[in-house]
Structures are given as structure tokens and as C-alpha cells.
T-cell receptor, first 117, second 110 residues
Framework: GAVVSQHPSWVICKSGTSVKIECRSLDFQATTMFWYRQFPKQSLMLMATSNEGSKATYEQGVEKDKFLINHASLTLSTLTVTSAHPEDSSFYIC?????????????FGPGTRLTVL | RKEVEQDPGPFNVPEGATVAFNCTYSNSASQSFFWYRQDCRKEPKLLMSVYSSGNEDGRFTAQLNRASQYISLLIRDSKLSDSATYLCVVSSGGYNKLIFGAGTRLAVHP
């Protein structure tokens, strides 16, 4: 149980294009999903908290107009990197918090490796 | 000061060795504690949740000391497959936000 998928697993795009990443909880419902970014040899940094049916909460320093988050259902959240630039190249990972979870363990998707040329 | 601090390693140990990782956290309001394992270019996977009474799962033992704001992970009888980066993770005061340590790299050699 507690499987989270992400799509695509990797993407290469030109500078200036937008990229959409999907995060799905496959066998459980999640009112809360999280988006992280990880640069090489660094730890995961939380970008935003996504709540079903409401606006995402962004961490300090993360541009909400650049990283658009939509959490339309209890099993799907999407992150759109708008007008991507080479400095946005990173490993983007989502996680989901199961509804019935009492200790707040998050389960992670396999990540999306974004390369912006 | 970082919210979650870990020794970055790397720890290079032979198979069969016992290795211990330490972690300290700064937010005394933290309520949930975890060890995650991350393999190269992969997502983190939950290894263990850490409870106040300490807990064990096979070769892995986790301890929590709230007074000292200290968490540990002990791996006994190391296997080659244990080679990975071990992430100490602590909830923020709001429970559902997780703060990740930078990770401790473990390399187990034959």
C-alpha cells in the first residue's frame, strides 16, 4: 500500500516552455500533498504544501506564479513549472499524506528529473 | 543553525559491521520523527518512524531523546544493500511539514 506515482519520470525541454508534472496517490486518498526540489548533493527542500480544494501554501523564496500547483482531487496534484529556465533544472519529488495517517508519515513519488536546455 | 543536522559522512564500513548515525533537531515542538533512506537518483523511502520509546525493525534500531533533541539510527550486521544516504527527518511545529537533514552517506564494502 501507500504507492505514489509521478509522471513524467524525466523531461527535457527548451528554455521558456512550461512543464507539467503529475503526482498521484494510487491506493489511498490524500488531502495533503507536498512538492520538493532536490539539487545534486543537496537535501530535499520543501517548495509548497498542496491541499485538496484550496490554494497551495508556498515556502519562503518559492515563486507561486512560476510554480503553479493544482490539487483538484484527493488523489492528484499537479505542479507546472512555467517559463522554465536552466536554473530550474532539478529533481522534483512529490509526497502524499494519507488521510488516516496519525503519525504523519509521507510517502514519496519516484521523482521527475527536469532538464531545461 | 540548521533545523536538522546530521554528520554527512561518508561512513565506509565492511559487511557485517555495526554503524550508528546521529541527528539533532532544533525545534522542540517537533512531534514526528523518521529515518528515510535515499538511493542515488531515487526518491526517499521510509525506513522507520521513530517513537519516544525507541523501536527496532530487524537489524535497525532507532532511538529518540526529546530532552536532548537527538535521534539515532543503529544498523547491525551491515549488508552491501544498505549502502545509501540516510535522511533524518523531523516534523515541523505544524506536524505535517517535514524538515530533512542533509543526509549521511553509508558505503558498505565486501
Amino acid at each position: 500500500g501507500a504507492v505514489v506515482s509521478q509522471h513524467p519520470s524525466w523531461v527535457i525541454c527548451k528554455s521558456g516552455t512550461s512543464v507539467k508534472i503529475e503526482c498521484r496517490s494510487l491506493d489511498f486518498q490524500a488531502t495533503t500533498m507536498f512538492w520538493y526540489r532536490q539539487f545534486p548533493k543537496q537535501s530535499l527542500m520543501l517548495m509548497a504544501t498542496s491541499n485538496e480544494g484550496s490554494k497551495a501554501t508556498y515556502e519562503q523564496g518559492v515563486e507561486k506564479d512560476k510554480f503553479l500547483i493544482n490539487h483538484a482531487s484527493l488523489t492528484l496534484s499537479t505542479l507546472t513549472v512555467t517559463s522554465a529556465h536552466p536554473e530550474d533544472s532539478s529533481f522534483y519529488i512529490c509526497s502524499a499524506l494519507p488521510l488516516a495517517n496519525t503519525y504523519y508519515e509521507q510517502f514519496f513519488g519516484p521523482g521527475t528529473r527536469l532538464t531545461v536546455l | 543553525r540548521k533545523e536538522v543536522e546530521q554528520d554527512p559522512g561518508p561512513f565506509n564500513v565492511p559487511e557485517g559491521a555495526t554503524v550508528a548515525f546521529n541527528c539533532t533537531y532544533s525545534n522542540s515542538a517537533s512531534q514526528s520523527f523518521f529515518w528515510y533512506r535515499q538511493d542515488c537518483r531515487k526518491e526517499p523511502k521510509l525506513l522507520m518512524s521513530v517513537y519516544s520509546s525507541g523501536n527496532e525493525d530487524g537489524r535497525f534500531t532507532a532511538q529518540l531523546n526529546r530532552a536532548s533533541q537527538y535521534i539515532s539510527l543503529l544498523i547491525r550486521d551491515s549488508k552491501l544493500s544498505d549502502s545509501a544516504t540516510y535522511l533524518c527527518v523531523v516534523s515541523s511545529g505544524g506536524y505535517n511539514k517535514l524538515i530533512f537533514g542533509a543526509g549521511t552517506r553509508l558505503a558498505v564494502h565486501p
